[in-house]
């Protein structure tokens, strides 16, 4: 999402279902504008059944990142800093116990959410303390 803010879901496993009921849960959440949901090469993902709705919500266009590349998904960052708030230290009994760690977590990274970006900052420019010239 544009304001750096994560849509988080629990499902029993991960299949078309689980990612249709997500990707309509984006959808619900953001409704203006074509959405881009980057995604990786997941059978779910490709399924006949997630290409058949995806056909029927014509403004969600799903971005592949290439096999092998999984450094390109800006997701991986985000699960690793959710998985350390998350679920670090805890003893999970149910399913219930995992839904409510994950409300808590997703509420304390939108506390301090900010849009992601690729790459580094541009360099500080440099200040020189002392400018020598050479005439010759």
């Not at 800006?74 to 116990?97: I, K, T, Y």
């Amino acid at each position: 999402m544009r304001d750096g803010k994560e849509l988080t879901r629990c499902a029993a496993s991960r299949n078309s279902k689980g990612y249709i009921a997500l990707l309509a849960d984006i959808e619900a959440d953001n409704p203006k504008g074509d959405l881009f949901v980057i995604t990786d090469n997941l059978t779910s993902h490709l399924s006949a059944e997630t290409t058949a709705w995806l056909a029927q919500h014509p403004r969600i266009h799903q971005v592949f990142i290439p096999k092998g590349a999984w450094w390109l998904n800006l997701q991986e960052g985000w699960w690793r800093l959710f998985r350390r708030d998350a679920l670090a230290g805890q003893d999970v009994a149910n399913p219930h116990e995992i839904d409510q760690a994950r409300r808590v977590a997703t509420a304390q990274l939108h506390a301090r959410a900010q849009p992601w970006i690729w790459g580094r900052p541009p360099k500080a420019r440099r200040h020189y303390r002392r400018v020598f010239s050479y005439r010759i």
